[in-house]
């Protein structure tokens, strides 16, 4: 397999920048790390992840979709896209790799979002295998394995250098375009990296977690359970879960005047927020315990339901190290399964 | 500790003292504690847990607690019991439905913090005489309690519990804390390094509102960046200033009711240090109104609300505004 | 770039007419001319002002209309109150058709047609009506019972008058609430009304109105003898991208602007009762 050794890597991604917007996860702050446009002298973070999930390079917090100029009675609608500049996404876990194909059927199904579209064309996602997963962890639960994870290009790190496989023609492309700075190396040390690592992997506190209980056709057995009062009890009604998540999709448009025009643009939303739903004359969501319902029920059974079967949940833990009051997925799938 | 709350609460229930009680529920791991209602002696054996990493404040459930029937126990830490006078005192939480027992305070830890060091795959977190031995998936690991601790803990105001109808253990007292040092430094500054402090910190802001939603001074019933009549509502900044606006405004809007109990900037997923912003009301407060703090009482009048001769001039701002 | 849904057209409001004192109907159409799409009856189009507000609402008019689409509206919150205070000539954005139809030329076809409308609850069935109008020889007998608060709120009275209680091939039959100087029809809440007609059993029922009044009307008619499979209805959620991508006006695992708006009875008792 093709490497470069890991203090060549300042080499590599100088060499990618100076073709396309390259994107590294970087240390922000000690435990915090996020993705950055990558300068030279920039280094990769040794965190697990990034607090906040890959989803933005392709569903950004927030984007312009229209310009109006008003004039009197009339109305001029200014379409402001425009062909995104190739760029690469280096770096991205296994987990979040499974998340584009997750937002992928949002909205690359018909119609087509063009502006998720645009981002995801022009885009090379190169994975990085993990090594050291965390006690949050349970992307094994959705079928991820974390050392051999999507995206276009993958990369594999044996402690000295990286190793490069192409999983797409993009990911080759990518390869191909840094082959210069790549050698021929044994993937010994590697299979005994990723050895190590599926080790721990059955260790996992949340190992043994599984969807067999979950689906499409447990719609009305989990809506009506009676569990959900008490897990949306302390929960804040904020948004942590839902922008830290990078499956969750749900969006909002608004409208801004600049004083020069109104700008169009979308927005994360959530599901927990208490206005997501509400309407000039009435709420179907009333309480708390509704929306939080919602979230879970979104990501368990409804996604399934018109997915194949595919949960709209990748196992990355975010949610279950962030949430203000502790409450996550996990927690929720262990008390609906109680009976 | 935990054994002797536990044994009061269900003595508590059992002679209908009260109906529920509120306390903090252990989760998967060491450290992902819920606040939570228990109804049952059973529910409080099995999942009461008071730690080093109970730090939620849960006086602000009380506002939906004491809407309920029955009577409620709420243990409140010392600097919960802050939060707990000042809701009292806005008539947001029903006194007569609740039973106060204080029990102590911190030093509570950070989880985040020991992540912060690099250790990972935490499985359990055992605090030694004040050595954190922390078994892995990789291995044990130790660190010093105190580099564990919370921001709100290490600048703790108060050991002393403001209200309670019984304690278990001994009360404190207030503190000489260190909490206005780092306001002071942002003082120091110029006015382009403080801007920039705090833009660099803002604009790390991804609007969830939790440091809002878990606020005990942020009790209103329909905020206006939620209200879209306000004109003001939004849930994403339009432009690059937004965030800032809403924190400010947040600042501006618990000013004199925040009692400082740290909790937004606890919950803050991007570790933006909000705290520090309603620091700065608190410390020109006093240094402006004389020494003030709120949730100390239930009757004082605020500073802000009240009018003496006194009081500071409009002017202020310019003398003080100067470079 | 291809085209996207959610970048709106222009539409330009050439009529406005007051129904009642608080629905307005206005006609739209593109700036040169003609529809700005074609739809079929039942499916929706998001209409905004900018800077003020976009919302979802059913076509009222009918697809069989060849010059101009219609909206019934009545005004309940801010965009709504600034359509009602426009003048003709100024210009909106709309977007669409979205949703489902109602299955006029599938299941509907070759039926009795029984439409029971509440207030509002007309808007997206005057299309349909007029559809069938428009294609009688493919339907069987057509019955409208249609309610209002007052006279006065009896949206589109003046086409319900001349030209439906007009056509010889189709039955109205109109109430209000509560009785009313120049009214000499009937006085009644609509589910009653239903259950005073006891219309044949053999008709597919198309109902529409406040909840209250769909959850009474289905009440009335399973006491009649119909059946869940025989009654549709159009629900109304909040939306914003009105194609199943902004994730709020699901029921269950359906969106209702996608899956939607039109339901069956038995498929709506199929999802969780949040609506």
Redesign the interface.
Known sequence: MLKISKSRLGELFDAVAAKQTLYIPTDREPGAAEYKKYESGMELTKELNTVRSAKDFFFPQTENLADFRIDGKNIEVRDIREECGDFVVFGVRACDARSFTILDKVFLCEPVDSFYKNRRDHGTVVTMACSRPAETCFCQTFGIDPTSPEGDAACFDDGESIFFKANTEKGQAFIDSIASLLEEGDTAKLDEVNAKTKEIMAKLPLAKLSTGNFGGDKLNEYFNSDKWAELSEACLGCGTCTFVCPTCQCYDIRDFNTGHGIKRFRCWDSCMYSDFTKMAHGNPRLTQLERFRQRFMHKLVYFPANNNGEFGCVGCGRCLAKCPISMNIVKVMKALEEK | MQEAMIKRAKELLADGSVDRVIGWKRGEFAYDITPAVFTSAEELEHDFVFDDFTAANVSKYLVKETAKEGKILAFLKPCDTYSFNQLIKEHRIDREKVYVVGIPGGPKLDIEKIKAKGITGVLSVKNEDYTLKIETLYGEETMPFSEAVLDKCASCKSKKHVAYDELIGEDGDVLESNRFDMVEKLENMTAQERFDFWRGQLSKCIRCNACRNVCPACTCENCVFDNPKSGIDNKAAADSFEENMFHIIRAFHVAGRCTDCGECSRVCPQHIPLHLLNRKFIKDINELYGEYQAGADTTSRAPLTDYTKDDCEPSVVHERGVE | ??????????GVVTDIRQDTPDVKTFRVVAPEGGKVFEHMPGQCAMLSM?????AMFSITSSPTNKEFMEFSIKK???L?EWLHAM?V?????IRGPYGNAFPVEGDLKGKDLLFIAGGIGLAPLRSVINYVRDNRANYGDVQVIYGSRSKDDLVDYKEIIDEWMADPNIRVDLTIDNPQEGWDGHVGFVPNYVKELAPSTSKTVLVCGPPIMIKFTLAGLKELGFTETQVYTTM???M??G?G??????I??KYVCKDGPVFRFDQLG???D??
């Open positions: 770039m291809n085209n996207d849904t959610l970048i709106p057209k222009i900018p800077g003020v507000g976009e309940c919150g801010c709504t003048e000539g100024q210009q909106i954005t109304e959620l909040r914003k991208c194609v991508k902004c994730g709020r006006c699901n269950g695992n199929e999802l969780p949040e609506y």
